[in-house]
């Protein structure tokens, strides 16, 4: 009776040892995988990057007669992780209504911004904030409400190429200079940019480290 009792418990103790075994190295591979994903985010991109972008924007309001007007941006971005940034931007641009209207306004925006595939050369990217719009001097003020989408390219290390399509939801019904119908005013920009990334190297040179270790611990030593 006690050698079967013993053999059950050895099979279960088997069993365990087989199952623990197999889930340390599941997650060993889940954990060299994500390392190599992080590393490969520093490697092409970095922790911050300088925003800027040049286009063009047309209003979405009471006139049929708005034209395309030129803006431009400049920002600053900061990576809480190697899918999702904070940034905020600077945007100058015009309003133009053909023969009636030609305004100067500027915004500061807050966003959020996520990268689907922040560890390879080419990512789509969403992102959505608020921001603060005002015409030229201050003399009219007001909230907003945007969100984007675009795609980035980088062309070199630490330089990116993108193009965006941006929506602003205006809380006025005065950046085109009337006043007549029952929504607010609409922004509609579109850009081409530039991403330059910095900052990040310490992070790199850890997962680096992390990197030979992972590698180290999986090698196999055969036996003679």
Same mark, same amino acid.
């Given at each position: 009776?006690?050698?079967?009792?013993?053999?059950?418990?050895?099979?279960?103790?088997?069993?365990?040892?087989?199952?623990?075994?197999?889930?340390?190295?599941?997650?060993?591979?889940?954990?060299?995988?994500?390392?190599?994903?992080?590393?490969?985010?520093?490697?092409?991109?970095?922790?911050?990057?300088?925003?800027?972008?040049?286009?063009?924007?047309?209003?979405?309001?009471?006139?049929?007669?708005?034209?395309?007007?030129? $803006?431009?941006?400049?920002?600053?971005?900061?990576?809480?992780?190697?899918?999702?940034?904070?940034?905020?931007?600077?945007?100058?641009?015009?309003?133009?209504?053909?023969?009636?209207?030609?305004?100067?306004?500027?915004?500061?925006?807050?966003?959020?911004?996520?990268?689907?595939?922040?560890?390879?050369?080419?990512?789509?990217?969403?992102?959505?904030?608020?921001?603060?719009?005002?015409?030229? $001097?201050?003399?009219?003020?007001? $909230?907003?409400?945007?969100?984007?989408?675009?795609?980035?390219?980088?062309?070199?290390?630490?330089?990116?190429?993108?193009?965006?399509?941006?929506?602003?939801?205006?809380?006025?019904?005065?950046?085109?200079?009337?006043?007549?119908?029952?929504? $607010?005013?609409?922004?509609?920009?579109?850009?081409?940019?530039?991403?330059?990334?910095?900052?990040?190297?310490?992070?790199?040179?850890?997962?680096?480290?992390?990197?030979?270790?992972?590698?180290?611990?999986?090698?196999?030593?055969?036996?003679?």
């Amino acid at each position: 009776m006690i050698p079967k009792f013993n053999a059950i418990v050895l099979s279960i103790a088997m069993i365990f040892i087989f199952f623990n075994s197999a889930f340390s190295q599941d997650e060993d591979a889940k954990s060299e995988k994500t390392i190599n994903r992080r590393y490969a985010f520093f490697n092409l991109r970095g922790s911050n990057a300088i925003d800027a972008a040049v286009g063009s924007l047309m209003v979405e309001g009471d006139s049929p007669k708005s034209e395309f007007a030129l $803006y431009f941006r400049i920002g600053y971005k900061r990576h809480l992780t190697s899918h999702l940034n904070i940034n905020f931007t600077f945007n100058k641009y015009d309003v133009v209504i053909k023969e009636d209207y030609n305004e100067g306004f500027m915004s500061f925006d807050l966003n959020l911004e996520f990268l689907f595939s922040p560890s390879t050369k080419f990512t789509p990217f969403i992102y959505a904030g608020a921001g603060y719009n005002a015409s030229n $001097y201050f003399v009219s003020t007001t $909230y907003k409400a945007q969100g984007g989408i675009g795609f980035e390219f980088m062309v070199v290390e630490g330089v990116g190429l993108k193009l965006l399509g941006e929506y602003n939801y205006m809380l006025t019904d005065e950046i085109d200079g009337i006043i007549e119908g029952n929504t $607010y005013d609409v922004l509609l920009r579109m850009g081409l940019g530039l991403n330059i990334y910095f900052g990040g190297n310490k992070k790199k040179e850890a997962l680096r480290r992390k990197m030979k270790t992972v590698i180290n611990s999986n090698l196999i030593i055969p036996y003679n």
